[in-house]
Each structure stands twice: as C-alpha cells, then as structure tokens.
C-alpha cells in the first residue's frame, strides 16, 4: 500500500485525498492460488476497510516474460490469461466501484518488449515492414534523457532503447501509432470503465513528443471527465516545475506525478522502496516475505528524509 502526496488539478475527493493501494496480479495470482483479478476482486472490501480509494494494478496485459511484472508488453489490448478474463477484469471493477474505489490501469507507452509482432515484423522486412516508423530507430539529440540513448540490432535493423536492451523505444512521431495508443487507452475505459492509468516511464514519450500527453488527456477527458492520469517523472510536475528547463514536463494533461525517491531531482526514477543507492537492492527483489519485511523498514529509513512533497 501506498500513501502518496500529489498535484491535484481535479476536485473529486478521489483526487484531493488520494489513499493508492499498489497490486502486483501477477504475484497477487501465486499466493492466492486463484487467477489474479479474481484474487483482487475477493480482497475489495479488505483494501475498502483500509481506507483506499484508488486500485493501482501493474500491468495487466501479456508479457513476455511470465515471471516478471508486465513492463515488457507483446499486446496492448488484451487481458494476460494468467490473470484470468475480460469478465474477470469486469466483475473487478464493477466490485471497485461498489466499495467506492476507483481502479487505475498500468500501461506501458514508452516502449514494448522485443518479442512484440511488430518488432519481428520489423526483423524479417526492414524498412517495408508497415510497422517500421512505429518504433525510434535513431538517437534524438539535445532533449532530456538523450544521454540514455544506447542502439541494438534487432535482425539488420538498429532500434533505440534506454536501459533495457529488450525495451525497445516507439516513435511518437509516427500519427498512425499514436492514433494506436489513444484508441488502446479508451478502448480499457469504454470496455471495462476503467478510472484511470498510470503511464510508466511516462518521461520517455513526453521527452521525445512533449505534446503526446497532452493530447492523450484531452482524448481520454472527452470520455470520462474525471479520468485518472498518473505520470512517472518528476514528484510533483506539472506545476512545480513548469517554469523550468524541462520542456517535457509542459501542459502535461496529467493530474499527478510520482518519482519513485525525490532524493536528487535530475535522477530519472529510482525505485520505491529502495534500499541504498544501488537500484538492484529493492523490496521488489526480495521473494522471501520476512527478509522483504526487513527491507522494507530498511527503505523507509533510507528514505525518510527525502519524502514526496506536496506542491
């Protein structure tokens, strides 16, 4: 569980006194031997009696890698068999709702993973794949991050990722995808009456099309006013820093940010429950419950100092 502070632009109370409650299906599935959204759906009213009201559920659709937490998508409009089914995903939201909890999708804009169709497209045609300008094939120079560019082949074709090799960047200068993504984002609120969505590395796509965001908002506010939009950059934007030199965070259409840890307000998004400086120690890396117990009250420790700030 999460308690966050944010900038609010919107008034519902949701909105004004957010309590998120953060879910990992995939891990949510294996301790409760029931598919994941099934096992959400059954612990509603314990996570109501906590006081939450917002469902934060990490990534949803399928992934490549089955043991790990979503980010390396292969599909962006279904939901992963593991976690169970459109219907289960359907009965989750609808039990959200009657407990007065909204439910907020991850969803992951910056990149996929390698092993997307696309991407083999890409690997056997090359430029003639109709898929080719849906992914940044060449490094963009003076924008935030572009020190993080690194290149790889994939087949004879160069694609641009920023830390993970298997995390290939999209390219928001092709209309075509962008139509793709918006259509993807309401086609989860339309069908399943979603609230919301957390964009993961959010700063990536701002920094490379500073409007896509802003233009996401104002699609998606067009179907549900009060929609949800949560970035991951900077604690805190848009408004504190909207005057800076860090054009991405501009009318970002977002209601709120959340860096993992604030510490150094340069660093792109270390982990939350980080225990030292290193990113690989985290609570996440930690199977056994007593030792991530530990290293929890590790991180607040080493956290408590620098807290998320409201603006």
């Known amino acids: 569980m999460a308690l966050l502070s944010f900038t609010v632009l919107g008034a519902p109370d949701f909105k004004e006194n957010p309590v998120v409650y953060g879910i990992s299906p995939r891990f949510i599935s294996e301790g409760h031997n029931l598919p994941g959204l099934k096992a959400i759906k059954n612990r509603i009213s314990e996570i109501a009696e906590l006081g939450a009201n917002i469902i934060w559920l990490q990534p949803i659709t399928p992934?490549?890698?089955?043991?790990?937490?979503?980010?390396?998508?292969?599909?962006?409009?279904?939901?992963?068999?593991?976690?169970?089914?459109n219907n289960d995903l359907k009965a989750l939201v609808a039990a959200a709702h009657q407990n007065n909890i909204k439910v907020m999708l991850d969803v992951v804009l910056n990149h996929s993973s390698l092993e997307h169709p696309w991407?083999?497209?890409?690997?056997?045609?090359?430029?003639?794949?109709?898929?080719?300008?849906?992914?940044?094939h060449n490094p963009i120079a003076r924008?935030?991050?572009?020190?993080?560019?690194?290149?790889?082949k994939v087949g004879q074709t160069d694609f641009i990722f920023y830390f993970w090799e298997h995390?290939?960047?999209?390219?928001?200068?092709?209309?075509?995808?962008?139509?793709?993504?918006?259509?993807v984002l309401s086609y989860w609120v339309k069908n399943f009456d979603v609230d919301g969505f957390r964009f993961d590395a959010s700063w990536g796509p701002s920094s490379r099309r500073p409007v896509f965001y802003n233009e996401i908002s104002s699609s998606l506010r067009k179907i549900k006013p009060?929609?949800?939009?949560?970035?991951?950059?900077?604690?805190?934007?848009?408004?504190?820093?909207?005057?800076?030199?860090?054009?991405?965070?501009?009318?970002?259409?977002?209601?709120?940010?959340?860096?993992?840890?604030?510490?150094?307000e340069f660093w792109l998004s270390k982990w939350s429950f980080q225990t030292s400086d290193e990113q690989s120690e985290s609570i996440f890396n930690e199977n056994d419950p007593s030792l991530a117990a530990d290293s929890f009250i590790e991180a607040l420790s080493y956290t408590q100092d620098t807290p998320v700030k409201p603006v």
């Open 226 to 264: 009060e929609i949800i939009l949560m970035a991951e950059d900077m604690a805190g934007y848009p408004v504190h820093y909207k005057n800076t030199n860090h054009p991405h965070l501009k009318n970002s259409g977002f209601d709120w940010a959340y860096d993992w840890n604030n510490k150094d």
């Open 63 to 85: 992934p490549f890698e089955e043991d790990g937490h979503g980010y390396d998508v292969i599909d962006y409009k279904s939901v992963w068999e593991v976690l169970g089914t």
């Open 119 to 136: 991407v083999k497209d890409i690997a056997i045609k090359g430029k003639k794949s109709k898929y080719f300008d849906f992914y940044q």
């Open 167 to 183: 995390l290939l960047n999209f390219n928001y200068d092709s209309e075509e995808l962008r139509t793709y993504m918006n259509d």
């Open 143 to 152: 924008i935030p991050y572009a020190q993080h560019f690194h290149s790889r």
